[in-house]
C-alpha cells in the first residue's frame, strides 16, 4: 500500500521538524504489469532543495533506466550507491554517537583494553602543529594517552555502578569529565590527520566495545535525538586548569551538527516507486545507520538488507574492539569490495548512479567509471576525494549532461542550497571547491 502522505508534504514535513513523526508503512518493492505502468505518469522527484541541474539529470537517468522505460528488466533491477553520513542526513551519525558518548561517558570497555584500543596510533614522537597543548608546547601522544587512562579509570571508578548513559547534569562540573572529553576529542582530531579518516572512523566505532548491539542501538537513538533538536554549533572543550595531566590541558573544537535530508528522502522513494534499488554503503556502523535508514520515524524507508557499514565482532551478545573477519571495512576499496560483492557480482552491472559525501569514496568513484552520474556533496573532504570535487566544479556551469554533479548546502542551517555552491560552516557566501 503507498504512503498516504503526498511525497510534497512528506518533503516539507522533513524539512520543518528534526525527528518526523511520519506514519505510514516502508515503500515495499514489487512487480508492476506494463498496463498498470501505462495508466499513470512517471513519478517525479520532488524540486525541494536540488540544485537546478542536478534535479533535471537525476530524473532523466532514473526515467531512462527504471521500470517506466521500454528498456528495464526486473530480473536485473537497477541500483543506485548512497553514502550516509554527510549524504543521505546532514552530520555524521557515528561522531554524533562518540561526541554523546563522551559527554555522557557511556563507555564499558575495562581500563586495560581501553588503553590498548587508544593506544593503536600511538607513537613516540611528538604530535606536529597544531597539537600542541594550550600552553603551545608539544604533545607527546604515549604521554596523552597517560592522561586519558588517568582519567577513565577515575570516571569508571565513580561511575561504573550507574546505569548508562549518565545524565548530563551530573556530569556538567565535573572536572574529570571536561578533561576526558576534551582529551578524547584532541586524540580523534589527531588520529584523522595523522592517519587518515578510515584510520578515525574505525577508531571510533571500536569505542562500542564492551556493550551489546541493542545498547549502541539505544544510545545511537538518544544521540540523534539530542543531536537533531539542538543547534548547529562549533564548541571549544578545554581540560580545565586543576587536571593539567602530564601533556598539560588541550583543548579541541567540535562541531555538533545533525540534520535529516528531506531531498534524499524523497530521492530513495521514487527510486523505489521506479524499480531502482537504494542501497546505502558507508564507513559508519552498520545498526546505527539502518536506525536511520530503515526507520518512518525519520522518513527513510529503506529496506534493512541494503544497509551495508562498519560490523564489530561479537562474543556472547557483547561487542568486541575487533571488526568481523571475512567482511571489508566499508571505506576507500571496502566500499567498492562490498558492492561488488553483494551487487556487481549478482546484478552484473555497476551502480547506476553514485551519491558521495563521505571522506572515503574516491575509491567507489574511480572503480565505477560506467556509473551514468555521480552527485556529491559540495563539501570539505579528504584530498583523495577533492579531485572528484574539482571536477565537478570545472563543469557547474555546463547545461549539457555530464557525469559529475555538484550538490550545495549551508552548513549552518543544515538545509541543503538550490544551487551547487556551499556556504560553508562560519561563513555567508557559497563557494564551489578550488
Known sequence: ??????????????????????????????????????????????????????????????????????????????????DW??????????????????????????????RHLIHVHAFAHPLPAPFVNMAGQPVSFPVLVDDLIEDYRALAARYGHMPHPLPRDVLAKDVTLQAFRARMAFCQQAVATLHGPEAAQRWMIRLVAGQTAADVIALSRAANEWCLGASITTQTWECPAERPGKAGPVSAKVVQALRLTPEMANLFQILQEHGIDPVICTSGMEDITALFATSAEYGYNLPREHVFGARLAERKKILL????????FPADAGKTAIIH????????????????????????LEAFPDSKLNCLINRKQSAPMQKFLQ??????SD??????YLQGRDENTGEWLPEEGSILLGETNPSLPT
Not at 532543495?49 to 528488466?73: D, E, F, L
Not at 542526513?89 to 554524533?96: C, P, R, Y
Not at 547545461?399 to 559529475?404: S, V, Y
Open 321 to 328: 574492539s575487533t571488526e568481523v573477519a571475512h567482511y571489508p
Open 399 to 404: 547545461t549539457a549532461p555530464r557525469q559529475f
Open 1 to 82: 500500500m503507498r504512503n498516504s502522505l503526498s511525497r510534497r508534504r512528506f518533503g516539507l514535513c522533513c524539512a520543518g521538524m528534526g525527528i518526523s513523526a511520519l506514519a505510514g508503512p516502508p515503500i515495499v518493492a514489487r512487480a508492476t504489469s506494463i498496463p498498470e505502468l501505462m495508466e499513470r505518469e512517471p513519478p517525479m522527484l520532488e524540486t525541494l532543495k536540488w540544485a537546478p541541474h542536478v534535479h533535471k539529470a537525476i530524473q532523466n537517468v532514473i526515467n531512462a533506466n527504471g521500470q517506466y522505460s521500454s528498456t528495464y528488466n526486473p530480473q536485473r533491477r537497477p541500483y543506485v550507491v548512497v
Open 341 to 364: 560483492k553483494y551487487f556487481v557480482a549478482k546484478r552484473q552491472m555497476s551502480p547506476l548512479m553514485i551519491f558521495a559525501g563521505e571522506d572515503c569514496s574516491a575509491h567507489m
Open 391 to 396: 571536477k565537478a566544479a570545472q563543469s557547474a
Open 85 to 114: 553520513n554527510n549524504t543521505a542526513i546532514v552530520g555524521d551519525a557515528q561522531e554524533t554517537l562518540f561526541l554523546y558518548m563522551l559527554e555522557h561517558f557511556s563507555f564499558l570497555m575495562r581500563a586495560d583494553e581501553f
